[in-house]
């Protein structure tokens, strides 16, 4: 019988089915150059030229193209993505004496960076769409996927090299107004080639209330450029949905099909942050420090969630020359999506003494630190019957994650002892509750971990000035 003849089923090479293997090897080097010293007229001076590299080299396996059909090798080099930054920085140092008792400290200094991010074209299987991933007859999807499952290739239309510059001008400066009160100023200047200039300040000040107590705060003003790869990542990967699995692009914010999903580029987040607390000193070896901290970010940067390419989207993306966009069942890309706001109260005592004859010193520490989100960004969805609602991209599970994920409360006691030759450093930490989403926002599949205690105890035998036994 003919009947099957032209018909190919994987369960005719891989019967139990096969589950990708993806990783990669990362490489990561830095080099930094630097000389400081001190001019002729006293300005202290720190000159430096610094390199960044860091590199992930794609692998996956156990896996197929299925597009390619019986001829797929099932090993992958999907490409790699890479991140270069080179940084010039000149920072400059000088006291000025206003009389004999005060004096202003002041410092300025320049900075220049450059950043590059690169996707470079995965190995020609890992991309290619195969004789099976069209029917020759009608050029519809045949249902089989393009590309290595899992993580298809970068193709050579997603591959590339974007890159971004920006240089920045500071000064900063403290004055004691009187012999309790100090006062600083501080401003930032940065020009970025791709977002424009932003302008940030900070002013703080410290006063001695008493011989134990003195008040210290602060208010600045924070920017956070997105990152080239942010704005320019082009990838593919295989994610769960409630359709099952299906291929998810991730695509500039730039990207046609980005903009027809609703996309607008990319903005700086900015923030507000505000401090203020109280440095103590009880007794000559018995001190701590009290602060209170609020940071209000806005605008701050997610991908959205993977929204559903309609028929009309694909063609456009092959009319676009993005010959894999049969594969894609949605689309995702980063945006500016939420505000946010997170305050804490930071604790850290000190107390040295001797406990039995052995001086030690005690430090006990904790945290505590609530992030709420303030507000989020609604997008129109179309429903089956025509009409208009207006959505989060952030699902439930993911504002648990972003407000709940760190534990609320934190705390550690240590114990720290010498004697002789021996040293030791015992700590107690304890963690509060927290949550965290399985796999997935969309698994429903939720975890809340329980408060947990943990002890760490380090011992050390320093056997001569040049060796150190520790456990």
Known sequence: STLGQNC???????????TPQFGGTISDVSWVLGIKGQTYSEWDYDLSVGLGYSEIDYEISNTVNPSLGPTTPFS?????????????????????????????????????????????????????????????????????????????????QSSGNWGRGNWAIYT??????????????????????????TFDGKVSARMILNESLTLRGSVSTGFKAPT????????????????????????????????Q???????????????????????????????????????????????????????????????DATSYSSAKYFTNDFDSTTQGLDLVVNYETYFFNIPSRFMFTYNWTDTVVDRVTLYPVVGADGSTNFES???QQRINMIENNLPAQRASLS???????????????????????????????????????????DINYQYSAHFTLSI
Do not use: C
């Open 415 to 457: 114990v720290l002892q010498e004697y002789n030759k021996l040293s030791s450093n015992i700590r107690l930490n304890y963690y509060d509750d927290f949550y965290e989403d399985h796999l997935d926002a969309a698994a429903g599949f939720d975890i809340v971990g329980g408060s947990e205690l943990t002890l760490d105890v």
């Open 228 to 259: 080239v790869g942010q704005s320019n990542v082009i990838n593919v990967t295989t994610a769960f949905s409630p359709q099952g699995l299906e291929d998810q692009a991730t695509l500039p914010p730039t990207n046609a099909i980005s903009i």
């Open 261 to 323: 999903l609703g996309a607008t580029p990319l903005r700086p987040e900015k923030s507000l942050n505000t401090s203020f607390g109280l440095v103590g000193a009880i007794a000559k070896r018995f001190y701590f420090t009290l602060d209170y901290f609020n940071i209000q970010l806005d605008d701050r940067i997610s991908t959205t969630s993977a929204l559903t390419l309609s028929k009309e989207d694909i063609q456009s993306l092959l009319d676009a020359g993005i010959t």
């Open 393 to 395: 991209n952030l699902t």
């Open 172 to 197: 900063d400066f403290e004055v004691h107004m009187s012999d309790v009160f100090l006062f600083g100023l501080a401003a930032r200047y940065e020009d970025f080639t791709d977002f424009g200039s």
């Open 76 to 156: 992958f080099n999907p490409g790699l993505a890479s991140q270069l930054e080179k940084n010039i920085n000149l920072d400059l140092f000088k006291q000025f004496n206003i009389d004999e008792k005060y004096q202003i400290n002041f410092a300025t200094g320049l900075e220049w960076r450059r950043e590059n991010y690169r996707q470079k074209v995965g190995d020609l299987a890992s991309y290619a769409v195969g004789d099976l991933a069209l029917d020759p007859n009608t050029g519809l999807s045949q249902g089989f996927g393009v590309g290595s499952n899992g993580f298809p290739g970068y193709s050579p």
């Open 8 to 18: 190919f089923s994987f369960n005719e090479i891989l019967p139990g089915g096969f």
